[in-house]
């Protein structure tokens, strides 16, 4: 059987509670679950014979002003890999406006330390349980999330001759 | 008895051997690191928020400068990552002639890699070498794009202009020039002992350890985990071309170094083997509203004129979903995460950075040695600030 | 040369002017000082293709205190500011600086909340040179400009009152 289906078999199986979706957009398989399951999932999946002990990258997404933010406005994205079957998924949890909080994976995986770190800065999402949770990429002195919808990009428009004396213009 | 304290010491934002911006935070006890703590984010460009307001192939510029010593490879990842959202098909030439590139881009990042370790470690004249080689390198990207590193050769649905007449006569001397200049290299550093005692059993990760701090690249191939991208998920023709994968055995700093110069000459031989069996055909796909139409035809037929109008005012909506695609950069696995939204701009590009995450593990490396080894180490992992900080 | 701190208005040097300015220029000392992706193109001019030690930078200093040319390659962002600020600050008199690249100028292809739009903004800056990044015969045209800056200047002239209006 494939591994396609055999990750869909150990999901359903013991999980399926957590499980709110399953959606394969362009061959890529993704379970959408929910908030409270996710470290159990993971740690269940670290010991399965899956063998599913790579997590190459943690994501979210801001759907600020979009259709879909009545499902959670923030949406973050495990990108799970097994290096035995060389097969990718993804675990992806909605989070809503109000409460962006979510377990941290950092007794699991080491690589999990920075990632968790760079989403708090540029998105706002608090990872509990997470050892260092300060900014890494943005200054000191910069508040807010660069990364969410509602920051501006904070773009000057160029002086040309008839406006160089003028101070620079900040269109938000 | 007094009790030894620690001694914190700042590797600043401006050092000679941190290979741009980093700043390393290292307490010491005597020559011992006791805590490294990198600090990172003094190149913080904000990227991936520009690139979310521009349409989807204005925003390849962009990832032209983050591994700037690898350009070509940040665009494969980006337009493959698009061509998978849009369901593109490129033609076949498309294909064998980026995997062309990307592995002289290969070429060219593991030179200055050579270059600026060996002068961290003290042998100075090896950058002068390896720089005289990726001028070869940079040759040929001036002969395809008109730019001598920031190219953006590579663009949705196919290449930005024909090959250059000259492609083939100046990919030849590389492939007659490079391999002995590599034999130099080779003789002056590795038996070396000055290098030996320098990188053996230096910034040592075992399997595991690499596996759960989620490395990739040379770094988790110097542990002896053989994984690949390009033989695991292979993209972009790389099933149909033959070359072997490079491994260590000890994960020090001196197999890295060992294994870096093989995948050098794997990439020789797979560019060798591009060459052999190019084949012919249109630089473009071919799919009306979404892909660039060649000149010659913007010039003389009028759909294509108007389609060129529409693509560069107002770009292609594409459809909603959520698509990842990675390669196997010279960093390490450099995947492009793109949420589209059904608009014509992309929601969210994320770029999963190798060099970032790579770092992450520097504590890990040189807690508990010597503070030489930090420079060493530092080099070994192979960083590029411009990809850690985006 | 503390020398021409005393000298008053009323007296003119040519033949020291010019002997001063022949020394400046042949033997800069640049600061090590490579930020993003101009750095590399900068290298590349140090290196054996395009060498510049023929113009007597042979020797890249990486302390401030040592060197009088900064040549600032790469995108300024908002968090190293304040440390280009300090390293301009050790650097002792006479010092000029080469903004090299897009970004540094005026902020290039970047202009959003994290990148300073122009190295100006926070230190006086002698010569700009455009290009993203800038070919190494147009690092040597900039630094041969400066060269050219530099035959006009007197031993006289008071450094810090130079540079452009900062912001």
């Not at chain 2, 690139?51 to 983050?66: F, V």
């Amino acid at each position: 059987m494939d591994i396609r289906q055999q990750v869909r078999d150990f999901l359903t199986q013991r999980f399926a509670n957590v499980i709110v979706s399953e959606d394969n957009f362009r061959d890529q398989q993704s379970f959408t679950i929910r908030v409270d399951g996710l470290f159990d999932l993971c740690q269940a999946l670290y010991d399965s014979d899956l063998d599913i002990k790579y997590l190459a990258d943690i994501t979210s997404v801001d759907w600020y002003g979009d259709t879909e933010e009545a499902n959670g406005r923030f949406q973050v994205i495990y990108n799970l890999y097994s290096l035995k079957f060389q097969y990718r998924f993804f675990l992806k949890v909605r989070l809503p406006a109000d409460k962006p909080e979510i377990q941290s994976l950092t007794p699991l995986w080491n690589g999990a330390n920075w990632l968790e770190r760079e989403v708090w800065d540029l998105m706002g999402i608090v990872f509990i349980g997470h050892p260092d949770l300060t900014k890494i990429l943005t200054p000191d002195d910069l508040e807010g999330h660069p990364l969410r919808r509602d920051f501006p990009l904070t773009y000057e428009v160029p002086q040309f001759s008839w406006n160089k004396d003028a101070p620079p213009e900040v269109i938000k | 008895m007094p009790e030894a304290k620690t001694v914190t010491l700042n590797m600043g934002p401006q050092h000679p051997s941190t290979h741009g911006v980093l700043r390393v935070e290292v307490e010491l006890d005597g020559e011992t690191v006791v805590k490294a703590r990198p600090v990172i984010g003094y190149l913080h460009t904000g990227i991936e928020k520009t690139m979310e307001s521009k349409l989807y192939y204005k925003a390849i510029p962009c990832t032209d400068r983050m591994d700037y010593l690898a350009p070509m490879s940040n665009n494969l990842g980006f337009c493959l990552a698009v061509e998978k959202l849009m369901e593109i098909e490129v033609p076949e030439k498309v294909k064998w002639a980026r995997v062309c590139l990307t592995e002289l881009t290969r070429i060219a990042s593991h030179l200055v890699w050579l270059g600026t370790h060996a002068l961290d470690i003290g042998a100075m004249s090896m950058l002068l070498y390896t720089f005289r080689e990726r001028e070869l390198i940079i040759d040929v990207y001036e002969a395809c794009a008109g730019q001598r590193m920031m190219s953006t050769y590579f663009r949705i649905g196919g290449l930005a202009h024909e090959l250059p007449r000259d492609f083939e006569k100046k990919i030849r001397t590389i492939l007659k020039v490079i391999p002995e200049r590599m034999k130099d290299y080779e003789a002056l550093l590795t038996n070396n002992q000055i290098f030996i005692n320098r990188t053996k059993g230096v910034a040592v990760i075992s399997a595991d350890d690499a596996i759960n701090w989620s490395l990739s690249g040379p770094m988790l191939r110097g542990s002896g985990v053989k994984h690949d991208l390009r033989k695991a998920n292979p993209y972009s023709a790389y099933e149909k071309f033959d070359f072997e994968i490079a491994t260590g055995t000890n994960g020090d700093a001196y197999d890295r170094y060992l294994l870096r110069l093989k995948e050098i000459r794997q990439s020789l031989r797979i560019v060798q083997q591009a060459l052999d069996g190019m084949p012919e055909g249109p630089y473009r796909a071919h799919v009306p509203g979404v892909v660039l139409p060649p000149k010659e035809d913007v010039l003389h037929k009028m759909e294509s004129m108007i389609f060129h109008f529409k693509i560069i005012t107002e770009g292609f909506k594409a459809p909603k979903g959520q698509v990842y695609q990675a390669i196997e950069a010279p960093k390490g696995e450099l995947g492009f995460f793109i949420s589209s939204d059904g608009s014509n701009k992309p929601n969210r590009v994320r770029v999963r950075p190798p060099s970032f995450i790579n770092l992450a593990a520097l504590p890990a490396l040189v807690e508990g040695r010597l503070f030489a080894d930090v420079v060493v180490a530092i080099g070994s992992i192979d960083i590029v600030l411009g990809e850690v900080d985006r | 040369m503390g020398l021409e701190e005393r000298i008053p208005d009323s007296i003119i040097l040519t033949s020291l002017d010019k002997m001063v300015n022949w020394a400046h220029k042949r033997s800069m000392w640049p600061l090590g000082f490579g930020l993003a992706c101009c750095a590399i193109e900068m290298i590349s001019t140090f290196a054996a293709h395009f060498d510049l030690s023929r113009y007597g930078m042979e020797v890249m200093r990486p302390s401030p205190r040592q060197a009088d040319l900064m040549i600032v390659a790469g995108r300024v962002s908002m968090k190293m500011a304040p440390v280009i600020k300090t390293l301009y600050d050790q650097m002792p008199n006479p010092k000029w600086v080469i903004s090299m690249g897009a970004c540094a100028s005026c902020g290039g292809v970047f202009n959003n909340y994290a990148i300073l739009q122009g190295v100006d903004r926070i230190i006086p800056v002698d010569v700009y040179i455009p290009g993203c990044p800038p070919r190494p015969e147009q690092l040597m045209e900039g630094i041969l400009k400066l060269q050219e800056k530099l035959e006009k200047e007197s031993v006289k002239d008071k450094r810090e009152e130079w540079g452009r209006q900062v912001v």
